[in-house]
Structures are given as structure tokens and as C-alpha cells.
Nanobody, 123 residues
């Protein structure tokens, strides 16, 4: 069992930056692929980024490539999402997720989810 708690969301102006954190419980954190998704009202969760257990491989959704960076610290059981050059369309609830085994960008294959943190980008 893995529990995930996100933090770091807030209100920021367009062009600004935020760093989200996701703290995980459980001794097997380092074996999980970790992902970030975002959810707009009334829509399905959209893949944002993912990182493999070792941190060696990272993956990004097309809309955030070059602006967002995912990283992890297995010693702290934490995964991060550094968001830069934020746009109003990045406004959403950002949710952390974990899955065992290999990377995927499909939300249905993630086993554990956090509650999410709101990010609002003003124009």
C-alpha cells in the first residue's frame, strides 16, 4: 500500500514557476514508477509527466515538454514537478500517482493516487 500527499500548489502569474511535491509512504517507494496527471473540471485526467524507479528515464506530455521537469528523491520518498513558463491553460488540479512495473502514460494502469493540489495560473 502506498499513500501519496501532494503539496506546493497555489496561484501564480503567467510566466511564473511552481514546484509541486508528492510525499509517499511505504517502504517500496523506490520500486515504483511515479507520475503526475492533471484534471480539468468535467474532463478525464491528463498525463503530465512520469519518472521511472531509478530516475533514469523521464517522460512528458506534449503540452508541457520543455517547461516542466519531473524528478525524485528516493531517500526522501518524494517526487517533484518543477513547472516553469506557466500558462493559464495549465490551471488544473495536479495529482500524483504511483504504479509498479514499467512506465505508461495511461491513467488506468496507475495503482495509487493522491488527493491532488490546485494550481491556478492568472493571465
Amino acid at each position: 500500500q502506498v499513500q501519496l500527499v501532494e503539496s506546493g500548489g497555489g496561484l501564480v502569474q503567467a510566466g511564473g514557476s511552481l514546484r509541486l511535491s508528492c510525499a509517499a509512504s511505504g517502504r517500496t517507494f523506490s520500486s515504483y514508477t511515479m507520475g503526475w496527471f492533471r484534471q480539468y473540471p468535467g474532463k478525464e485526467r491528463e498525463f503530465v509527466a512520469a519518472i521511472t524507479w531509478s530516475g533514469r528515464n523521464t517522460y512528458y506530455g506534449d503540452s508541457v515538454k520543455g517547461r516542466f521537469t519531473i524528478s525524485r528523491d528516493n531517500a526522501k520518498n518524494t517526487v517533484y514537478l518543477q513547472m516553469s513558463s506557466l500558462k493559464p491553460e495549465d490551471t488544473a488540479v495536479y495529482v500524483c500517482a504511483a504504479k509498479s512495473d514499467h512506465y505508461t502514460n495511461y491513467r488506468g494502469e496507475y495503482d495509487y493516487w493522491g488527493q491532488g493540489t490546485q494550481v491556478t495560473v492568472s493571465s
